[in-house]
């Protein structure tokens, strides 16, 4: 089945550490994205990817830092400089420019 | 302000209601969304569109680019449409979402 997995669905952290998502597509699609959701707000882009080693900062990418050596894949690492990370984490895919955007499950990451 | 509003935040109906929920943005797309998010969390693109009228099944979503609006219609509404609405501009580019903050629909029996 092609779709897009993120890994884990839960994810508990201790304040300080450095945790990485995963994101996988098996879509062949170029353009790759990370959002964050908190309650009561809207999905706000972390960082996107529109080519295989090039990347680039979105609205919110502060304490964030990813990178993109395969197609298929793009982790997302939260760093301890990231002030707020418990947040609900959602990676997505689309084919290129103008094109609808596949979503993974999601991760929940709790910090502690 | 933020770039997309989205009316109403929540919405609750009786099952075969027409429901509408509205989404106005203020600036350029190329492109605007509707997703659907379940509790779970996971999100499904209902419409992408630029133009026009799209209509799948009993979902139909228009858009009216000079008035920088759109509108999601569900015709004969069921306790299974309960999610979360979401309405999304593209500006082009490949560069990701602007999203709007999401409409809670509940659809009683």
């Known amino acids: 089945d092609g779709g897009i997995t993120q890994s884990p669905k839960y994810l508990f952290r201790k304040e300080g550490q450095n945790v990485t998502l995963s994101c996988e597509q098996n879509?062949?699609?170029?353009?790759m994205y990370w959002y964050r959701q908190d309650p009561g707000q809207g999905l706000r882009l972390i960082y996107y990817s529109q080519i295989v080693n090039d990347f680039q900062k979105g609205d919110i990418a502060e304490g964030y830092s990813v990178s993109r050596e395969k197609k298929e894949s793009f982790p997302l690492t939260v760093t301890s400089a990231q002030k707020n990370p418990t947040a609900f984490y959602l990676c997505a895919s689309s084919a290129g420019t103008a094109g609808e955007q596949y979503f993974g499950p999601g991760t929940r990451l709790t910090v502690t | 302000k933020n770039e997309v509003e989205q009316s109403p935040q929540n919405l609750t109906a009786q099952e075969g209601e027409f429901i509408t929920i509205n989404c106005s943005y203020s600036?350029?797309?190329?492109?605007l969304h509707w997703l659907q998010q379940h509790p779970g969390g996971g999100i499904v693109s209902l419409f992408m569109?630029?133009?026009g009228k799209k209509k799948h099944g009993r979902l139909i979503a228009t858009i009216n680019i000079q008035e920088k609006h759109s509108s999601l219609h569900i015709t004969a509404s069921h306790p299974r449409d309960s999610a979360v609405y979401i309405c999304a501009v593209e500006r082009g580019g490949a560069d990701g979402l602007t999203f709007g903050k999401g409409t809670h629909l509940i659809i009683q029996p």
């Open positions: 600036v350029g797309i190329s492109a």
């Open positions: 569109l630029s133009s």
């Open positions: 879509l062949n699609h170029d353009a």
